[in-house]
């Protein structure tokens, strides 16, 4: 037997004229986790449907949004960065909580055949976080990054109790649309000058960097403690230099593929056509 035939033997899921896509748009898209791991659990939950990754630049994101409005056996489509917030754009309609966030990362097609979107990113990972043994009430928190998936987690947090949140954004378009967004509701909100987490219980990196050897630390790295839990929302590589430097530190530590579990289930579930509040 060859080594083609045996793996034709070994594919358990379904693929034929009949199954769904749902491509999974990003740039880059090579670090992305979802496709396996989403394609086994829509299969298990009965519903014939494939995740495709698709590296879409951001000039082409608009094109590529209409294109998959025309053709009926894409039946969602999964946002990873730098998408997000364009996303927006092409839903029809948009929960609550993404209208609030400004970013989608997750669409379903709604029975009249337009787009319906939701953001997971904040819910999923203030689920790993409490997984993990991080208590969030009361603790003051450092947030690096104000994109798409940066304020969805800002959302989660304040929403959790943190006392204090810090957010720490190069971009002025990007933290003044959170700071516009978020501020309103919540007093325990502030932008950061620097990525300083002196002081701080909890520390999040929800920018790219990291991702390649050469990026720096996405804080200042010399003031990180052992009381701190530090988390990331990088997938790959699976611990950064972030997650490194702070488990030799001792502190507890968050990685994206934690992250990538909690917001799994919930977008397996809106898939499947659950609404979740």
Known sequence: MTSIDAGVQ?????????????????????????????????QANGRNAIIVPCHVLPEDC????????????????????????PAVEACDEVSERARLLGAVNIMRR???????????????????????????????????????????????????????????????????SLLARLLPGSDRLQASPSSDPAGMDLVINATPCGMRESDPI???????????????????????????MAQELGCGTQTGADMYRGVQKLMTRFLLGETIG
């Not at 379904?14 to 979802?34: H, N």
């Not at 996405?218 to 403690?225: G, H, I, K, Q, R």
């Open 10 to 42: 070994k594919l358990s899921i379904q693929l034929d004229g009949a199954t769904e896509l749902i491509p999974i748009v990003g740039s880059p898209i090579a670090q992305v986790r979802s496709p396996a791991g989403m394609t086994e659990a829509m």
């Open 62 to 85: 608009a094109e590529f949004f209409s294109l998959m409005r025309r053709m009926p056996n894409v039946s969602g489509i999964i946002v990873t960065v730098p998408h997000k917030i």
């Open 110 to 176: 709604s029975e009249t055949g337009g787009w319906y979107g939701d953001m997971f990113d904040g819910a999923g990972y203030v689920a790993g976080l409490q997984e993990n043994g991080c208590k969030l009430e009361g603790r003051r928190a450092l947030l690096v990054g104000a994109g798409g998936a940066g304020i969805a987690i800002a959302h989660a947090l304040l929403l959790a109790g943190v006392s204090e949140l810090k957010v720490f954004e190069l971009d002025k378009q990007r933290l003044d």
């Open 218 to 244: 996405p804080v200042v790295a010399e003031n990180l403690s052992s009381s701190m839990f530090v988390g990331d929302v990088i997938t790959k590589p699976p611990v950064t230099r972030l997650l490194q």
